[in-house]
């Protein structure tokens, strides 16, 4: 079992409709979760982290964790083509370091 | 402010040999962490070192190396390289341990084995 899991995708998603980005951990003590995004042939950057179960919003960007699921989440309001990008999951692990799922590629079409 | 700068962006080499990945980090991160992404892959751990110690080992061979310097700075270090070491490098800092916190790309060294 891989330690931080994504649908590979591509997901896509019509202009101005939410799209949803969906992650699972195993290491039960992870604390911290991350979510990057990454546009083709760039370095990922952070766009949201969250450290208690429940909702972060910042702008159109809602982050969810459940932690007795180990299932974190990536909500995008009005997505625009901008959106279009690689979001990689992370996660810290008991090892003092963070994990990164493989991506999810999101497609949002005009 | 500048951030995380690498260097050489591009680089090829044969297989066998080595390389040294340079990266400096964000004036004031004690953090440095390196990371190989393959195309299409998330990035894969290999190290983090902060105050220039080695807080973190992914599940990569001995043939990678890294260090960390009184400045902060860092090098990432490949004896006998493969063709399956063709990836992109990612150097990232932060001011503190990185489960901590979060972390700040540089642009990245892409290493092309032949």
């Known amino acids: 079992q891989k330690e931080v899991e994504q649908n590979s995708g591509p997901l896509s998603v019509p202009e101005g409709a939410i799209a949803s980005l969906n992650c699972t951990y195993s290491?039960?003590?992870?604390?911290?979760f991350f979510w990057y995004r990454q546009y083709s042939g760039k370095s990922p950057e952070l766009i949201m982290s969250i450290y208690s179960n429940g909702d972060k919003e910042d702008g159109r960007f809602t982050a969810q964790l459940n932690k007795a699921s180990q299932y974190v989440s990536l909500l995008i309001r009005d997505s625009q083509p901008s959106d279009s990008a690689t979001y990689l999951c992370a996660v810290s692990s008991s090892a003092s370091k963070i994990i990164f799922g493989s991506g999810t590629r999101l497609s949002i079409r005009p | 402010d500048a951030g995380v700068t690498q260097s050489p962006t591009h680089l090829i080499k044969t297989r066998g040999q080595h390389v040294t990945l340079r990266c400096s980090p964000i004036?004031?991160?004690?953090?440095v962490s390196w990371y190989q992404q393959v195309l299409g892959q998330g990035p894969q751990f290999i190290f983090q070192y902060y105050e220039k110690e080695e807080r973190g080992r992914g599940n990569f061979p001995d043939r990678f190396s890294a260090r960390q310097f009184p400045n902060y700075s860092s090098e990432l270090n490949v004896n006998a390289l493969l063709l399956g070491d063709s990836a992109l490098y990612l150097c990232?800092?932060?001011?503190?341990?990185?489960?901590?916190?979060?972390?700040?790309f540089g642009e990245g060294s892409r290493l092309t084995v032949l």
């Open positions: 990232a800092s932060s001011w503190g341990l990185s489960n901590t916190g979060e972390l700040f």
């Open positions: 290491d039960r003590v992870s604390q911290s």
């Open positions: 004036s004031g991160h004690k953090s």
